[in-house]
């Protein structure tokens, strides 16, 4: 009996899931209205990594339509209606994308940080466990003022998934709603804004127009702490000093009112009143206390740190008025997006020279001198924390001999500059030291020596 002839079946296993990486789909929302002078770089910034650009229009007069239009954005026509959540709403119903970036056309990311957003994007769509709980993303907001520079910065929240849920609520000021779990936190990002420069306002009207969406919504509610401390920002933005006393008088009732006021608000608020009053003798108590409560609801903020510690050192408290100064350093070096600072950022010399002079007062050589070398390469013309450097060098343990001190002023000042000369010789004159006076002395010419003297050799 012939064998049967049996082949082997192999059977071919079944290629093994592999889990592809789910792209970015992120739609650009913005709602304006005459910004010709900004559209364009509000557009560029995501032209290479959005899926679409929506802008929708609420009402302009000027090229700005024309401008999106050329630069491929989806253009939509919105009746304003005095209502930013209804025309940014109406913004994100036309978007199709996954994730939802809104910025404003005065606010920008830079190219740089607009590649790390994508990326960022990818994890959290690739993460199981971030793709589920994260539906927003936190991140600087930087605000910059006429000359680029930094001058406050706060968190946003701008980017966020595009679900039903998540929507703006609120006529002005207005905030998103059912974010659901913490938001995803990217400080390596930045978000730029111009807007709140004084130029800004000044061209755009923006807190004219403000103030009258404000007064309505304090109609509504009179005792809202939030809708008070927005009206007095937006009378302090107009610039006019006689705005002040109503500034004040409605920071004033927000804080006394006991409501929950929001941080950044609130922060605004105890930085007008601090600052104000920071130098006014008669109102040290008062202001001290004003310090002391910011500084204690705001211990990371650096400009309530410093405000605190000038006014314990105004009214003689030097040695906590070091430690002050010096935890606000050390919060500037930390460089903490929490960390919101207005004054201190704007004059960080302020801080150094207050460090100097405590440092004199408490016997503190070694600061004097740090803190005074930076105040001092930044503007060698700070006559006072020059004597107190100088004194320094003949402190115990630091005692350093003439010649050498003479060296070191050398290489900060010019000694074939008179203004350089005289400045020193102030200096060292206040001092005492009677050797480098000496010193100085033998850089003067001739005719220098007259005029010093007035003619008495």
């Keep these: 009996m012939a064998k049967k002839n049996h082949k082997r079946q192999y059977h071919r296993a079944p290629p093994p899931k592999v889990n592809m990486p789910k792209p970015v789909r992120l739609s650009q929302c913005m709602i304006v209205k005459n910004e010709e002078k900004n559209i364009e770089k509000a557009l560029s910034w995501a032209k290479g990594i959005a899926i679409e ?165 304090l109609e509504k509610d009179p ?89 314990l050192y105004i009214g003689g408290d030097i040695k906590t008025a070091f430690e002050k100064f010096s935890e606000c350093e050390s919060i500037l070096k930390q460089d903490s997006i929490d960390s919101r600072a207005e004054f201190i950022i704007k004059n960080p010399m302020t801080l150094f020279i207050l460090m100097v002079l405590a440092a004199d007062k408490l016997g503190k050589p070694a600061e004097v001198i740090r803190c005074a070398t930076l105040v001092l390469k930044d503007d060698k013309y700070q006559q006072s924390v020059l004597a107190p450097y100088i004194s320094a060098f003949n402190q115990p343990g630091y005692e350093t001999p003439a010649d050498e001190i003479f060296s070191l002023l050398g290489k900060i000042y010019d000694f074939n500059n008179t203004k350089d000369k005289l400045t020193v010789l102030q200096a060292v004159k206040n001092v005492g030291s009677a050797e480098i006076v000496q010193m100085v002395l033998t850089t003067f010419s001739k005719d220098e020596l007259d005029w010093l003297t007035g003619g008495q050799g």
């Excluded at 990002?189 to 009207?205: N, P, V």
Aim: with cysteine; charged share 25%.
């Design 53 to 217: 650009q929506i802008v929708v229009d609420t009402g302009s007069t000027d090229r700005t339509v024309e401008i999106a239009e050329s630069m491929g954005a989806k253009v939509y026509h919105f009746e304003w209606i005095n209502d930013f959540s209804a025309a940014k709403n109406y913004a994100i119903d036309q978007a199709k994308g996954d994730w939802i970036a809104f910025l404003d056309a005065d606010e920008y990311f830079t190219d740089e940080d607009a590649k790390k957003l994508v990326g960022i994007l990818k994890n959290i769509n690739n993460d199981p466990n971030f793709s589920k709980l994260k539906t927003a993303i936190s991140c600087p907001w930087v605000q910059l003022d006429d000359n680029g520079q930094p001058f406050q910065i706060h968190s946003q929240m701008r980017i966020f998934k595009n679900t039903p849920e998540i929507r703006y609520e609120g006529s002005i000021h207005e905030t998103l709603t059912n974010l659901g779990a913490e938001a995803f936190k990217a400080p390596e990002l930045s978000i730029m804004h111009t807007g709140y420069s004084m130029t800004s306002f000044a061209e755009t009207g923006k807190s004219e127009r403000n103030i009258e969406m404000i007064k309505v919504e």
């Design 223 to 311: 005792e809202n702490a939030d809708m008070k401390c927005y009206y007095a920002d937006a009378l302090y933005a107009l610039g006019d000093p006689e705005n002040n006393a109503a500034v004040e008088f409605l920071y004033r009732e927000a804080l006394a009112s006991g409501q929950h006021v929001m941080k950044a608000l609130k922060m605004n608020a105890y930085n007008y009143l601090c600052a104000t009053y920071l130098d006014d003798v008669e109102k040290h108590e008062e202001n001290l206390a004003m310090c002391r409560r910011a500084y204690e609801e705001f211990p990371d903020s650096p400009d309530f740190c410093y405000y605190y510690g000038r006014r």
